[in-house]
């Protein structure tokens, strides 16, 4: 449940700096770290189709990362 609370509460860090127009190298660490949580309770759960949903989001956020960077 604590792991619920804490990717909820990141949701809303983000949710919050998008309703600012943050600019995405501010995005993108929260957008990861929510990534990388999900991954952790995913394993922790034992749920393949998490794991692989969580997954394909990490690799999405290192794609949008690396495009962000390229374009600085």
Known sequence: ?????ALLA???RIE????ANAPPELLLPELQALVH??????????????EAAAAACAAAC???????????
Request: hydrophobic share 45%; no cysteine.
């Open 37 to 50: 949580e999900a991954e952790a309770w995913a394993r922790r759960e034992r749920d393949p189709d998490a």
């Open 62 to 72: 290192d794609g949008a990362l690396s495009n962000a960077i390229v374009a600085a």
């Open 16 to 19: 919050a700096l998008d309703r």
């Open 10 to 12: 990141r949701l809303e």
């Open 1 to 5: 449940m604590e792991e619920a609370h």
